[in-house]
């Protein structure tokens, strides 16, 4: 059974466009994030909600938005797509809270390649 | 604020060698730490975590970890390399916080020679 599961695994689209990436974790947990990884590697987190509820959000383009419909889920939906947004998106889950150490699991990525 | 350090980039060792990847953190309390192995293509999964107790800890794959708080450094070994381990390591440090916010170094491109 795949833990955190992320679809599409590649997405290939013009300049302009608006496309949605899907996250769905099956491991219970309360929290889930987003991560964006560039082409040298670094990664870097873009949102987190906890409980459907959006608590970490970094310095992102309005253009990017997270949906959580239910705390299994988190989608995120790119406006405007522009060349820099080409990158390697993760999701992750973990069960995070007051004195319980945040190990993440991550899904196997979305590889965004924006022409 | 957190922040993590990896100071190589990229390590090249021969299969069977030792391997050290150095990780150092800032943090204002006891961190939580990671670290997290991404093999090409794939997603990260995490090779050994820390936040109390022993400070020498013991992961998959046969890596390990030892926690120097005098140091603020928490580096990754393993004695002996497989091909295998060619991957990108990193390291994290987690928040005690219910935003359960990791922050992650830059990363430690491993190269193994045969």
């Known amino acids: 059974d795949t833990a955190v599961s992320q679809t599409p695994k590649y997405l290939v689209t013009q300049m302009g466009n608006d496309k949605s990436i899907k996250c769905e974790q099956n491991l219970g947990h309360d929290t889930m994030y987003w991560y964006k990884q560039d082409s040298k590697k670094f990664l870097k987190i873009m949102f987190s909600?906890?409980?459907?509820?959006?608590?970490i959000n970094e310095t992102v383009p309005n253009r990017f938005s997270p949906k959580s419909p239910d705390k299994a889920h988190l989608n995120l939906h790119i406006n405007s797509l522009e060349l820099g947004d080409s990158a390697v998106y993760f999701c992750?889950?973990?069960?995070?809270?007051?004195?319980?150490?945040?190990?993440?699991?991550f899904g196997p990525g979305t590889r965004l390649t924006v022409l | 604020a957190q922040s993590v350090t990896q100071p190589d980039i990229h390590i090249t060792v021969s299969e069977g060698a030792s391997l050290e990847l150095r990780c150092n953190y800032s943090?204002?309390?006891?961190?939580?730490l990671f670290w997290y192995v991404q093999s090409p293509g794939q997603g990260l999964q995490l090779l050994l975590k820390?936040?109390?107790?022993?400070?020498l800890v013991q992961g998959i794959k046969g890596f390990e970890a030892e926690f120097k708080r005098s140091q603020s450094s928490f580096n990754l070994r393993k004695p002996s390399v497989h091909w295998s381990d060619a991957a990108e390591y990193f390291c994290?440090?987690?928040?005690?916080?219910?935003?359960?916010?990791?922050?992650f170094g830059d990363g430690t491109t491993l190269t193994v020679k045969p």
């Open positions: 992750a889950s973990s069960q995070a809270g007051a004195g319980i150490y945040n190990e993440q699991f």
């Open positions: 943090y204002g309390a006891t961190p939580y």
């Open positions: 994290a440090v987690g928040a005690q916080t219910n935003a359960g916010k990791s922050t």
């Open positions: 909600y906890n409980n459907k509820e959006l608590i």
């Open positions: 820390y936040f109390s107790g022993d400070t």
